[in-house]
Nanobody, 126 residues
C-alpha cells in the first residue's frame, strides 16, 4: 500500500507563493508517477500538474502554467508543488496522487490514480 501525506498549505495574499510537499511511503518512490489535483468549494476536483517517474517529464493545467512548478526529490521520497503568483481562484484543497506506471509516463487523469493523500487547504486572499 502507498501512503501520501501533504503539507505546506495555508493562507497567503494574492501574488504570494507557497510550496506544497507530499511525502510518500509504503513503496519504492521511483516506481510511482505523481500528480497534484485541487478541489474548490462547490466544484469538481481538477488536475493541476503531474510528473513522470523519470522526473524529466511534466505537464500542467493551462490555468497554472508558468506559475506552478512540480518537482520531486527521490532521496526524500517527496514531491513538491511550488506555487507562485497565486490568485484567489487558486483557493482549494490540494491533493497529491500516485500511480504505479511506466518510467516516462505522465498521468493526468484523476481516475487513473490509485493512491491519494488527505489534502491540504490553500487559501489565497485578495
Amino acid at each position: 500500500q502507498v501512503q501520501l501525506v501533504e503539507s505546506g498549505g495555508g493562507l497567503v495574499q494574492a501574488g504570494g507563493s507557497l510550496r506544497l510537499s507530499c511525502a510518500i511511503s509504503g513503496r519504492t518512490f521511483s516506481s510511482i508517477a505523481l500528480g497534484w489535483f485541487r478541489q474548490a468549494p462547490g466544484k469538481e476536483r481538477e488536475f493541476v500538474a503531474a510528473i513522470s517517474r523519470s522526473g524529466d517529464r511534466t505537464y500542467y493545467a493551462d490555468s497554472v502554467k508558468g506559475r506552478f512548478t512540480i518537482s520531486k526529490d527521490d532521496a526524500k521520497n517527496t514531491v513538491y508543488l511550488q506555487m507562485n503568483s497565486l490568485k484567489p481562484e487558486d483557493t482549494a484543497v490540494y491533493y497529491c496522487a500516485g500511480e504505479i506506471t511506466s518510467w516516462y509516463r505522465v498521468v493526468t487523469g484523476e481516475l487513473e490514480y490509485d493512491y491519494w493523500g488527505q489534502g491540504t487547504q490553500v487559501t489565497v486572499s485578495s
